[in-house]
T-cell receptor, first 115, second 112 residues
Framework: AQSVTQPDIHITVSEGASLELRCNYS??????LFWYVQSPGQGLQLLLKYFSGDTLVQGIKGFEAEFKRSQSSFNLRKPSVHWSDAAEYFC?????????????FGTGTRLQVTL | EAGVTQFPSHSVIEKGQTVTLRCDPI?????LYWYRRVMGKEIKFLLHFVKESKQDESGMPNNRFLAERTGGTYSTLKVQPAELEDSGVYFC??????????FGQGTRLTVV
């Protein structure tokens, strides 16, 4: 069975600083990987996804993530954080069984941005 | 285009009562999913509808939970009777294609 680990429960960064959120996954085949963000009062919004091909994927809001098979990681990065990035971030792996496409999520990382 | 709509946004009920959560997916989306996040834990899959049929309900915790999807449109998730451990945020998502799911804002359920 697949699993996702987000080792950092809470991270605080200063506005303008760089950001890296860690994600490690366990999955028997080539994974489908995702990062979602949940801002206060909002639903989960897809930031980016990796299915195949280039291991560096670009997403919305200036985020990117790099798939590293050897490390079973899919870390999320942003070069310069804005105060509006304060939210909770979820990494997920998708299991495509052919008839279903359910996601397995990590426990989330809450990002606080200081001014 | 309207997104996925869930209501209520919050619900507080007493242990033993019944609660029904509703999800209106994006029009035309055949796939509808329910997920749940218990406080401090990961978001967990509950079940998946394709149109009105349950495709996968492997994540449903027990038989106190009943999900329906009327005519392949909106879906309801009923908890009867509710227990304290059912508290959490219930998310609904819909998609037309694999892994292009759009999530609602969630329903926060508190059982006291």
């Amino acid at each position: 069975a697949q699993s996702v680990t987000q080792p950092d429960i809470h991270i605080t960064v200063s506005e303008g600083a760089s950001l890296e959120l860690r994600c490690n996954y366990s999955y028997g085949a080539t994974p489908y990987l995702f990062w979602y963000v949940q801002s206060p009062g909002q639903g989960l919004q897809l930031l980016l996804k990796y299915f195949s091909g280039d291991t560096l994927v670009q997403g919305i809001k200036g985020f990117e993530a790099e798939f590293k098979r050897s490390q079973s990681s899919f870390n999320l990065r942003k070069p310069s954080v804005h105060w509006s990035d304060a939210a909770e971030y979820f990494c997920a792996v998708g299991a495509n069984t052919g008839t279903a496409s359910k996601l397995t999520f990590g426990t989330g990382t809450r990002l606080q941005v200081t001014l | 285009e309207a997104g996925v709509t869930q209501f209520p946004s919050h619900s507080v009920i007493e242990k033993g009562q019944t609660v029904t959560l509703r999800c209106d997916p994006i029009s035309g989306h055949d796939n509808l999913y329910w997920y749940r996040r218990v406080m401090g834990k990961e978001i967990k899959f509950l079940l998946h509808f394709v149109k009105e049929s349950k495709q996968d309900e492997s994540g449903m915790p027990n038989n106190r939970f009943l999900a329906e999807r009327t005519g392949g449109t909106y879906s309801t998730l009923k908890v009867q009777p509710a227990e304290l451990e059912d508290s959490g945020v219930y998310f609904c998502a819909s998609s037309q294609h694999y892994f292009k799911a759009f999530f609602g804002q969630g329903t926060r359920l508190t059982v006291v």
